[in-house]
């Protein structure tokens, strides 16, 4: 079955930086877009990056522009979001998310990793 597992979450203080990655099993993940969501206490859950089958295509919230990077490894079945210039407003649970879909789309696909915390403070 499906299976996405996050990992890399932690507690940074502002200015800093950490790599998430998701491990997926389960599916055919080179054929499948990847997303990444985060969710902040008492806040929806808001999609922040999207890359597509190759990698060579990737979407951000205005929240995070320029300073995450999503990018994947089609070798490991690992997808990453690399993060810099942490603030406390990226305080989240960080969701690894696919739909196995092809095409890029900003609607949340039907799987979810389990998520990793991930605390910006002082």
């Known amino acids: 079955q499906v299976q996405l597992v996050e990992s890399g979450g932690a507690l940074v203080h502002p200015g800093g930086s950490l790599r998430l990655s998701c491990a997926a099993s389960g599916f055919t993940f080179s054929s499948s877009t990847m997303k990444w969501f985060r969710q902040a206490p008492g806040k929806e859950r808001e999609l922040i990056a999207v890359?597509?089958?190759?990698?060579?295509?990737?979407h951000y919230a205005d929240s995070i522009e320029g300073r995450f990077t999503i990018s994947r490894d089609n070798d490991r079945d690992t997808v990453y979001l690399e993060m810099n210039s942490l603030n406390p407003e990226d305080t989240a649970v960080y969701y690894c998310n696919t739909g196995l879909e092809y095409v890029i789309t900003d609607k949340p696909g039907q799987f979810w990793g389990q998520g990793t915390q991930v605390t910006v403070s002082s």
């Open positions: 890359i597509s089958t190759h990698g060579r295509v990737t």
